[in-house]
C-alpha cells in the first residue's frame, strides 16, 4: 500500500491541511491556518484524539441508554469527527451537520468519505440561520463546535442565539458546546449566565487547571431543561488521560457569579487564545484542536514530507 500523501487546500475560511498518522494507517489531522480543528481515524471511528472530544464523546453515550440511536444536530463540521463517533456507537442515528465552510466540507467528502449509510447529511450554511429555520422540537441532542479561527463566532454566544438552539431541541434534549477561556473567564461565565437564563439545567466539564485559572483552554458547558446525569460524566471524564471535572448545582452558581445574561446587541466573540495555547504538540491534549500539556503522550507523527496541493476553482 502507498504512502498517505498530505494535502493542502485553499477552503473559505482560510488554508486546511490534511495530515497523515504514520503511526495509524488510515487516521488524519485536519488543521486550518495552522490550528489543529479534527483528527479522525477512518478505520476506528470511535478513537477521539483530542481530549475535548472525548468530553463530548462521554456527553453523547450518556445522552440515551447503550446503542440507542439519536437524532443529532452538529453545529460546525471539521473532519465529522462526533458524527462518524455516534454514526458507529448508535447505528441508525439521523445526523445533521452544518458548516459555513462549503469548499471544507467538500475537501472532507473528497479525501476522508463517510460510510455508506452513515446516516449523515451534510449541509454548507451558517449555524443560527440553520437553527432559525429547523423544525421545532426535532433534536434529542446538539452539539456546537464553531470556531472562526480559533473563537467562537458573536453571533453564537448570545440569548438569542440560545433561544434558537432551545427551540429545535425536544423537552429533554441536551446542548453541549466546545468553549475555550482562560482567567479571568469573563466570555466563559457570561456564557453560563446567558444559558441558565433559558435552560434550568446547566453542567460544564473541564480540566482543573483550566477551572483554577492556569491556563487557557476548553471547557464543555451543557444545557437541558431535563436532569443532567452529572455523576455519570464526572466517572467518566474523571478516568481520562488528562481527567476533568464536572461542574454543577452551587458551585457552578458560585463560578457565573453575576455575569451578565449575552444580547445581540452587545455579542463579542471568543478571547483570542494566547500565543501557543492550541499547538498541536502532544496526544490527547485539548483544544479547538490541541492544547497545552508539556508533558504525557507522544504526539501523533504526522507525515510532512511531500504535500499535495489541490486548486479549488469558486464556485
Same mark, same amino acid.
Given at each position: 500500500?502507498?504512502?498517505? @500523501?498530505? $494535502?493542502?487546500?485553499t477552503?473559505?475560511?482560510?488554508?486546511?491541511?490534511? &495530515?497523515?498518522?504514520?503511526?495509524?494507517?488510515?487516521a488524519?489531522?485536519?488543521?486550518?491556518?495552522?490550528?489543529? *480543528?479534527?483528527?479522525?481515524?477512518?478505520?476506528?471511528?470511535?478513537?477521539?484524539?483530542?481530549?475535548?472530544? %472525548?468530553? /463530548?464523546?462521554h456527553?453523547?453515550? %450518556?445522552?440515551?441508554?447503550?446503542?440507542?440511536?439519536?437524532?443529532?444536530?452538529h453545529?460546525?463540521?471539521?473532519?465529522?469527527? /462526533?458524527?462518524?463517533?455516534v454514526?458507529?456507537?448508535?447505528?441508525?442515528s439521523a *445526523?445533521e451537520?452544518v458548516?459555513?465552510?462549503?469548499?471544507? &466540507?467538500? &475537501?472532507v467528502?473528497?479525501?476522508l468519505?463517510?460510510?455508506?449509510e452513515a446516516?449523515?447529511?451534510?449541509?454548507?450554511?451558517?449555524?443560527?440561520?440553520?437553527?432559525?429555520?429547523?423544525?421545532?422540537?426535532?433534536?434529542?441532542?446538539? @452539539?456546537a463546535?464553531?470556531?472562526g479561527?480559533?473563537?467562537?463566532?458573536?453571533? /453564537?454566544?448570545?440569548?438569542?442565539?440560545?433561544r /434558537?438552539?432551545?427551540?429545535?431541541?425536544?423537552?429533554d434534549g &441536551?446542548?453541549?458546546a466546545?468553549?475555550?477561556?482562560? +482567567?479571568?473567564?469573563?466570555?466563559?461565565?457570561? *456564557?453560563?449566565?446567558?444559558?441558565?437564563?433559558?435552560?434550568?439545567?446547566?453542567a460544564? @466539564?473541564?480540566?482543573?487547571? $483550566?477551572?483554577?485559572? %492556569?491556563?487557557?483552554?476548553?471547557?464543555?458547558?451543557? +444545557?437541558?431543561?431535563?436532569? @443532567?446525569?452529572?455523576a455519570?460524566?464526572?466517572?467518566?471524564?474523571?478516568s481520562?488521560a488528562?481527567? +476533568?471535572?464536572?461542574?454543577h448545582?452551587?458551585?457552578?452558581?458560585?463560578?457565573?457569579?453575576?455575569a451578565?445574561?449575552? %444580547?445581540?446587541?452587545?455579542?463579542?466573540a471568543?478571547?483570542?487564545?494566547?500565543?501557543?495555547?492550541? *499547538?498541536?504538540?502532544l496526544?490527547?491534549?485539548a483544544?479547538?484542536?490541541y492544547?497545552?500539556?508539556?508533558n504525557?503522550?507522544?504526539?501523533?507523527?504526522?507525515?510532512?514530507?511531500?504535500?499535495?496541493?489541490?486548486?479549488?476553482?469558486?464556485?
Amino acid at each position: 500500500m502507498s504512502e498517505a @500523501i498530505p $494535502v493542502i487546500r485553499t477552503v473559505d475560511h482560510g488554508t486546511a491541511r490534511l &495530515l497523515p498518522d504514520v503511526d495509524r494507517e488510515r487516521a488524519w489531522l485536519l488543521t486550518v491556518d495552522g490550528a489543529p *480543528q479534527s483528527y479522525v481515524d477512518l478505520d476506528e471511528p470511535t478513537h477521539l484524539e483530542f481530549e475535548y472530544t %472525548r468530553r /463530548l464523546g462521554h456527553v453523547v453515550d %450518556r445522552a440515551a441508554d447503550e446503542g440507542d440511536p439519536l437524532t443529532v444536530l452538529h453545529l460546525g463540521g471539521g473532519a465529522l469527527t /462526533l458524527p462518524r463517533y455516534v454514526s458507529a456507537t448508535r447505528p441508525g442515528s439521523a *445526523q445533521e451537520v452544518v458548516d459555513a465552510d462549503g469548499a471544507l &466540507l467538500a &475537501l472532507v467528502a473528497e479525501e476522508l468519505p463517510l460510510p455508506a449509510e452513515a446516516g449523515i447529511t451534510v449541509h454548507d450554511a451558517d449555524a443560527r440561520d440553520w437553527l432559525a429555520a429547523a423544525p421545532a422540537r426535532s433534536v434529542d441532542l446538539l @452539539i456546537a463546535d464553531v470556531f472562526g479561527g480559533s473563537r467562537v463566532p458573536a453571533h /453564537l454566544t448570545s440569548v438569542e442565539y440560545a433561544r /434558537l438552539a432551545e427551540r429545535v431541541l425536544r423537552a429533554d434534549g &441536551l446542548y453541549a458546546a466546545n468553549l475555550a477561556d482562560g +482567567a479571568p473567564f469573563a466570555f466563559l461565565r457570561s *456564557q453560563l449566565a446567558t444559558f441558565a437564563s433559558v435552560f434550568e439545567e446547566l453542567a460544564l @466539564i473541564a480540566e482543573p487547571s $483550566v477551572l483554577r485559572g %492556569r491556563r487557557f483552554g476548553n471547557a464543555v458547558l451543557l +444545557a437541558s431543561h431535563a436532569p @443532567i446525569d452529572t455523576a455519570a460524566l464526572a466517572r467518566r471524564t474523571a478516568s481520562d488521560a488528562f481527567p +476533568a471535572r464536572v461542574e454543577h448545582g452551587a458551585s457552578l452558581r458560585r463560578f457565573t457569579g453575576a455575569a451578565p445574561v449575552v %444580547r445581540d446587541t452587545d455579542a463579542v466573540a471568543s478571547p483570542e487564545p494566547p500565543e501557543g495555547a492550541f *499547538q498541536h504538540r502532544l496526544r490527547g491534549s485539548a483544544g479547538p484542536g490541541y492544547g497545552g500539556h508539556d508533558n504525557a503522550y507522544e504526539p501523533p507523527r504526522i507525515s510532512v514530507g511531500s504535500v499535495r496541493p489541490v486548486v479549488v476553482r469558486k464556485r
